[in-house]
């Protein structure tokens, strides 16, 4: 009876982590914005490289952190990210213009924590630009 039980247990953590899974992509976004300056890309094993130049080495190099992307709908993706960063984001399929002058496809509303790392983290939120 405890081996069935077992069995069964397991086979719900299984469903249970495979269905979350299905939920959480990886993000395929490059975005960065500007007042606060920020940026973050795309890096292997489900993380992303995220640039913050008020940490406390300057954003160099970048926090790897593990981040997720879950769809919304057609037009807007959600990519969020545990602790210490605690980033939450959502990127829309509508036309954005870097400061540079470059017209993107997507633009990305965000808040994160600014500073980790550094003497003064807080909580930071602004704008931007994406790509894929």
Not at 22 to 34: D, Y
């Amino acid at each position: 009876m405890k081996k069935i039980l077992l069995a069964a247990g397991l086979a719900l953590i299984a469903t249970a982590a495979s269905a979350a899974d299905q939920q959480c992509h990886r993000v395929k976004f490059k975005c960065s914005g500007f007042e606060p300056s920020w940026a973050f890309s795309p890096a292997s094993g489900g993380k992303i490289k995220f640039y913050d130049p008020e940490s406390g080495n300057g954003g160099n190099p970048p926090r790897m952190i593990k981040a997720c992307a879950t769809q919304l709908s057609s037009s807007q993706t959600s990519i969020t990210t545990g602790a210490p960063l605690g980033l939450a984001a959502t990127v829309t399929h509508q036309s954005c213009v870097e400061e540079s002058g470059k017209t993107r496809a997507y633009s990305i509303s965000i808040t994160y924590t600014q500073g980790v790392g550094g003497s003064s983290p807080h909580q930071a939120s602004g704008t931007g630009c994406c790509r894929k």
